[in-house]
């Protein structure tokens, strides 16, 4: 059972920076594609960006588009998000996913992703 850990998530103003990490229990489990998402309260989890793992292709949603970057680190095992002029909309809880295998589902659909982290808290004030 592969687990994921999220850290980096904390208190921010308007127009700052945090950077959000993703660590893998196992080095050698299939990584098809992976995932970050955020949940508001009483909304629904929303795609935030997916990268292919081999081919390191990689889709952000309009939202964060030219303002967050995930990069990955093979050596480490972890996936970063880089988030930069952090606005209030931002305030959420993310989480990191993993999907081991192809699929029919489209990278930004929740549903394709097996693997769960327990999310962290990211905060922006106004």
């Known amino acids: 059972q592969v687990q994921l850990v999220e850290s980096g998530g904390g208190l921010v103003q308007a127009g700052g920076s945090l950077r959000l990490s993703c660590a893998a229990s196992e080095r050698t489990f299939s990584r098809h594609l992976m995932g970050w998402f955020r949940q508001r309260p009483g909304q629904e989890r929303e795609f935030v960006v997916g990268m292919y793992w081999n081919s390191g292709n990689t889709y952000y949603s309009d939202s964060v588009k030219g303002r967050f970057t995930m990069s990955k680190d093979n050596d480490k095992n972890t996936v970063h998000l880089q988030m930069n002029s952090l606005k209030p909309e931002d305030t959420a809880v993310y989480y990191c996913?993993?999907?081991?295998?192809?699929?029919?589902?489209?990278?930004?659909?929740?549903?394709?992703?097996?693997?769960w982290g327990q999310g962290t808290q990211v905060t922006v004030s106004s």
């Open positions: 996913a993993v999907d081991p295998h192809t699929s029919a589902l489209s990278y930004s659909n929740p549903r394709r992703y097996d693997y």
